[in-house]
């Protein structure tokens, strides 16, 4: 049974930093393109990150480009979202999620349909 499972999140000033770990189980995503998506209370769950199976391609929402960096480590099945400079409307529930097979570009990176496993999310609180 495929599983992800973040962690990670909590609480932290505006301006400071969280690191967000994904750790997958059930088979091997080195294959596949991952996300990162979050939702905010009262909104709809909104793409923040992908990156490639490779990593050597990545794509980020306007709002946290230059604050956010997605990356992965295969060696251990797990996909991270370094968050820098947290603003409180960063606040949300943030989800990581595997892509079904297929291309990933700037054109699809923030499309849910096109991702097929979803983790449970971890909250992620950015208040002094």
């Known amino acids: 049974q495929v599983q992800l499972v973040e962690s990670g999140g909590g609480l932290v000033r505006p301006g400071g930093s969280l690191r967000l770990s994904c750790a997958a189980s059930?088979?091997?995503?080195?294959?596949?393109?991952m996300g990162w998506f979050r939702q905010a209370p009262g909104k709809e769950r909104a793409f923040v990150a992908a990156i490639s199976w490779s990593g050597d391609y990545t794509y980020y929402a306007d709002s946290v480009k230059g604050r956010f960096t997605i990356s992965r480590d295969d060696t251990k099945n797990t996909l991270y979202l370094q968050l820098s400079s947290l603003r409180p409307e960063d606040t949300a529930v943030y989800y990581c999620?595997?892509?079904?097979?297929?291309?990933?570009?700037?054109?699809?990176?923030?499309?849910?349909?096109?991702?097929?496993?979803w983790g449970q999310g971890t909250q992620v609180t950015v208040s002094s």
């Open positions: 999620a595997t892509r079904r097979p297929g291309p990933l570009g700037l054109y699809n990176a923030g499309r849910n349909r096109e991702y097929e496993y």
């Open positions: 059930g088979r091997t995503f080195s294959d596949r393109h």
